[in-house]
C-alpha cells in the first residue's frame, strides 16, 4: 500500500529544454525536443520517485507522429494500470531512484527525447501561441505587485 504525505520539501525537480532541432526527412519535417529532468534529493538517504511528463497526443489521422527516442523508452514503468490508461493518452512515467545528498551541480539528471513528425507543409500552430503566453505571462510578473507582491489589498499593515 502507498500512501501520500504531500509534496517532501527534501525533493525538488525541474526541468529544461536542452535542444530543440529541426530536419527534413524526405517530404516530412522533423523536430527533436530533449529534455533534461533535474532532481535533487536533501535526504540523506536515497529516495524512489515517480516521475512523470507528458508527451503531445498524435492526430487520429496519423498526420502527425509522436515518439519517445532512447533508453528511456525502455526505462518506462511497467507498471499494467498505467500502461492501460496513461501511456496511451501522452503519459510519461519513470520509477527511479534518487541517491541520497544529490544536489546543486551533483542533482541527478534524467534526459530524454522525444520526436515530433510531420509532412513539411503543414505547421504547428500551438508554437506561436504559447510563445505569445510565455511573454504576457513574463509581463505580467515583471515588478511584483498583484497577489504576489506581498499582501495585496488584503490590509498587510497594522491594525
Known amino acids: 500500500m502507498i500512501v501520500g504525505f504531500g509534496a517532501d520539501r527534501q525533493l525538488r525537480s525541474r526541468r529544461e529544454l536542452l535542444a530543440r532541432e529541426e530536419s527534413i526527412r524526405g517530404g516530412n519535417r522533423q523536430t527533436e ?53 496513461q501511456r496511451p493518452i501522452g503519459i510519461l512515467w519513470w520509477d527511479l531512484t ?22 513539411k507543409e503543414q505547421q504547428i500552430v500551438g508554437d506561436a501561441m504559447i510563445e505569445q503566453v510565455r511573454s504576457d505571462y513574463r509581463f505580467e510578473n515583471i515588478g511584483g505587485g498583484g497577489l504576489a ?3 495585496g489589498g488584503m490590509g498587510g499593515g497594522q491594525m
Open 149 to 151: 507582491g506581498g499582501m
Open 33 to 85: 525536443l530533449r529534455y533534461r529532468l533535474v532532481l535533487s534529493n536533501y535526504h540523506d538517504r536515497a529516495v524512489e520517485v515517480w516521475l512523470r511528463d507528458r508527451m503531445p497526443l498524435t492526430s487520429p489521422q496519423g498526420a502527425i507522429g509522436v515518439s519517445l527516442q532512447g533508453e528511456a523508452e525502455e526505462q518506462l514503468s511497467d507498471d499494467p494500470l498505467y500502461l492501460r490508461m
Open 98 to 119: 534518487v541517491p541520497a545528498r544529490r544536489f546543486g551541480s551533483d542533482a541527478f539528471d534524467f534526459e530524454y527525447s522525444i520526436t515530433v513528425e510531420l509532412d
